[in-house]
């Protein structure tokens, strides 16, 4: 029950997400590996193996800073991350909501502040691999 209480929380509120640095990095990169290449591939382009049998391409997310006037959206795209706002390509729920995903089977305490982090961490690498050309 207590697992419940906490992923409910953590759909009140995302924290704010600062600028990264090299160990974040390092970490958010392990986790999109594992959760994000399937769809948006080993570079992030969109282009991963199970991007053919979706109904709408997956985001090219090295393209998100030059989406938004050169800057990166990093509170959006923790929300949509967490499953607290729908990004384009996202409103048939094709992408998994990764806030609940993230949770340790198996424990029963209240884990928004570890799924936050990893989240943050998803974030941090995103932003570190973008292209503004």
Same mark, same amino acid.
């Given at each position: 029950? $207590?697992?419940m209480?906490?992923?409910?929380?953590?759909?009140?509120?995302?924290? /704010?997400?600062?600028? /990264?640095?090299?160990?974040?990095?390092?970490?958010?990169?392990?986790?999109?590996?594992?959760?994000?290449?399937?769809?948006?591939?080993?570079?992030?382009?969109g282009?991963?193996?199970?991007?053919?049998?979706? $109904?709408?391409?997956?985001?090219?997310?090295?393209?998100?800073?030059?989406?938004?006037?050169?800057?990166?959206?990093?509170?959006?795209?923790?929300?949509?991350?967490?499953?607290?706002?729908?990004?384009?390509?996202?409103?048939?729920?094709?992408?998994?909501?990764?806030?609940l995903?993230?949770?340790?089977?198996?424990?029963?305490?209240?884990?928004?502040?570890?799924?936050?982090? $990893?989240?943050?961490?998803?974030?941090?690498?995103?932003?570190?691999?973008?292209?503004? $050309?």
């Amino acid at each position: 029950m $207590k697992i419940m209480i906490g992923a409910t929380a953590l759909f009140l509120c995302c924290p /704010a997400v600062p600028a /990264a640095d090299a160990t974040d990095v390092a970490e958010g990169r392990y986790l999109f590996r594992i959760y994000c290449t399937a769809c948006h591939g080993g570079a992030a382009g969109g282009d991963g193996p199970a991007a053919a049998e979706l $109904k709408s391409s997956p985001t090219d997310l090295t393209l998100l800073s030059r989406n938004n006037d050169g800057e990166f959206p990093r509170e959006q795209v923790a929300r949509t991350i967490a499953g607290l706002a729908r990004s384009p390509g996202h409103e048939a729920s094709e992408m998994p909501l990764w806030g609940l995903s993230l949770i340790e089977t198996g424990s029963d305490t209240d884990q928004r502040a570890v799924v936050d982090d $990893k989240i943050r961490r998803l974030v941090r690498y995103l932003e570190s691999i973008q292209n503004l $050309k």
